[in-house]
């Protein structure tokens, strides 16, 4: 049979090199050492110590143990050299061992990080997709022609002024309050077209685009972690918890709006914040420019419309970001 053959001294597979009792002289140099000293001694003590004493009885035990102590301590003394060497070549071998476990686990979680990756990569591309697709789009609308200039109502006295100078944010219609919360919360899926649409109107506005390219880096950064918005299932705050922390409350009067409990992403977004600048930074600026966003948007809003805010795949990243960085401690 092909395969590992057992050793028959340690029942252990002969291939694993690494694992097998290294194989022994059963007589060592210590041995051969000890059994050259103690011939030697012997035959001293045999000359000098027995010969002369043969007509005193009384002396017979001193001689044995003259003569046969040292020849005990030398056997003595090898036993302990040898154990000690033998000592050397496990601690030797179970480090080889260690290494050899070691560096098998590290291929074993470069496998399993493999095998992890074309699932993080897949919504990855799904995330691009969307992004490209509304880049095409916006791209499609700004190569639009211009509308040509419009002529101003007549002006008393029956002349008429031309609106020079009108910018193109006075000319867009104003963004609506439903507009902009589906923009916040991101198109669902490719076939979203009423998602698009209203990412579109919302990075037309000025104030509005601000936020919802913050949001959009941070919620790219989060998807690096495996964290996606949709995944999360936080305890929504009341519509007046809202209107206190636009009002300026903090700490925890407002703590309900941290209502995300997911252990797991807590614990990722705060190893990400402590390590990596650039998610740092951008967690504050989404910080910053949600705190703006909120202070003007409550003063118009219903409570229906605080609460569909709260909802938004924005809102959740707010609360994410915003309990690890302790705006709701």
């Known amino acids: ?27 060592t140099s210590i041995e051969i050492a000890a059994g050259v000293l103690s011939v030697i001694w012997l035959v001293v003590s045999v000359l000098f110590l027995v010969l002369p004493d043969q007509t005193q009885g009384g ?4 001689t044995l143990l003259a003569v046969f102590l040292p020849v005990a301590m030398i056997w003595v003394a090898a036993t302990a050299m040898r154990a000690s060497r033998v000592m050397r070549e496990e601690s030797a071998r179970l480090q080889t061992a260690i290494d050899a476990i070691r560096q098998a686990y590290v291929v074993q979680q470069q496998r399993a990080a493999s095998s992890y ?25 700004s190569s639009k022609r211009r509308e040509p200039l419009q ?30 919360i589906r923009a916040l919360n991101f198109p669902e899926t490719e076939k979203d077209t009423e998602g698009f649409t209203a990412l579109r109107m919302a990075l037309k506005d000025r104030k509005a685009s601000k936020l919802v390219q913050a949001s959009q880096d941070v919620l790219t950064l989060l998807s690096q972690e495996g964290i996606y918005m949709d995944d999360l299932r936080p305890d929504m705050a009341r519509p007046e918890v809202w209107r206190q922390f636009a009002q300026g409350a903090r700490g925890r009067s407002v703590a309900a709006l941290g209502g995300i409990r997911d252990r797991s992403s807590l614990a ?28 003007e948007f409550e003063a118009n809003a219903s409570d229906a419309e605080l609460t569909a805010l709260g909802d938004t795949r924005t809102a959740r990243a707010f609360m994410l970001l915003g309990r690890v960085a302790g705006t709701f401690d």
């Open 1 to 27: 049979m092909s395969g590992p053959q057992p050793d028959q001294e340690s029942e252990r597979p002969t291939s694993l090199g690494i694992y097998d009792r290294p194989q022994r002289p059963s007589v």
């Open 59 to 62: 002396g017979f035990i001193v």
């Open 117 to 141: 990756e074309p699932t993080v990569s897949k919504k990855l591309d799904e995330i691009a997709a969307v992004t490209k697709k509304a880049e095409d789009a916006l791209a499609t609308f």
């Open 151 to 180: 002529v101003a109502p007549s002006a008393p006295g029956g002349q008429t002024s031309l609106a020079l100078g009108t910018t193109a944010e006075e000319i867009t219609p104003p963004l609506t309050t439903d507009t902009f």
């Open 268 to 295: 990722l977004t705060a190893a990400r914040m402590k390590q990596d600048p650039i998610f740092r930074d951008a967690a504050h600026h989404f910080l910053r420019r949600f705190d703006n966003m909120i202070v």
